[in-house]
């Protein structure tokens, strides 16, 4: 099980740039990493999901480095509806034959004027 | 706008009583999973149903059960409530039986308050 570690929280102001770092050391070669974000008592919302190297959307861009052992989630140019907890998301493990499916504890970024 | 549909909204309700929550899925999905998400323990995964089939288990307690009817729509069921139970239930669902590239889509949640 390829366990993801994220920032508890962070701090931003509208305009700037934001990169949330998830660390995943034991991602197997198989799988991929995805990004969700979570406003209050909403439910999760798919942002974006890579395998290595960049990733783009309208909504953010992804990176991966060469091990794959990170991969950091950019939101350019924030703004206050960008708050909301950050999930990342890495594959699925394999246990018995079935697929175990882990949310992390999330990243909480607030957004200031 | 997921496509998944959850109902109820919110459900208010006693200790020691029986609910069922409802989902549908995207149209064309096959699987449907259930989490719980509350205030000290985040997004939990509780059970996976892919075609009709249990295709995954979390930490559901043995009071929850589930199921995925052959229109896909699925049903959880908790009994024996207890005050720890209250907490935003969440269905999603996905194309396939849960690969690493298989999005999940989230509905808007069931807010459960055990009184």
């Known amino acids: 099980l390829a366990k993801t570690t994220q920032p508890i929280s962070m701090d931003s102001y509208e305009g700037q740039e934001v990169n949330i770092t998830c660390s995943h050391n034991?991602?197997?070669?198989?799988?991929?990493i995805t990004w969700y974000q979570q406003f209050p008592s909403q439910g999760p919302r798919f942002i974006i999901q890579?395998?290595?190297t960049k990733v783009t959307n309208e909504v953010a861009s992804l990176f991966i480095p060469a091990d794959r052992k990170s991969s950091t989630l950019s939101l350019p140019r924030v703004s206050l509806s960008d708050t909301a907890v950050y999930y990342c998301?890495?594959?699925?493990?394999?246990?018995?034959?079935?697929?175990?499916?882990?949310f992390g504890a999330g990243t909480r970024l607030a957004v200031h004027p | 706008d997921s496509g998944v549909t959850q109902t109820p909204k919110h459900l208010i309700t006693a200790t020691g009583q029986r609910v069922t929550l409802r989902c549908s899925p995207r149209?064309?999905?096959?699987?449907v999973y259930w989490y719980q998400q509350s205030l000290d323990q985040g997004l939990q995964f509780l059970i996976q149903y892919y075609n009709g089939e249990e295709r995954a288990k979390g930490n559901i307690l043995e009071r929850f059960s589930a199921q995925q009817f052959p229109d896909l729509h699925s049903e959880l069921n908790l009994s024996s409530l207890e005050l720890g139970d209250s907490a935003l239930y969440f269905c999603?669902?996905?194309?396939?039986?849960?690969?690493?590239?298989?999005?999940?889509?989230f509905g808007p949640g069931t807010r459960l308050t055990v009184l």
């Open positions: 034991n991602i197997a070669t198989n799988d991929y």
């Open positions: 149209s064309g999905d096959l699987s």
């Open positions: 999603a669902s996905s194309v396939a039986a849960g690969e690493s590239t298989d999005t999940q889509y």
């Open positions: 998301l890495v594959g699925v493990a394999f246990s018995g034959g079935y697929n175990k499916l882990i």
């Open positions: 890579g395998y290595k």
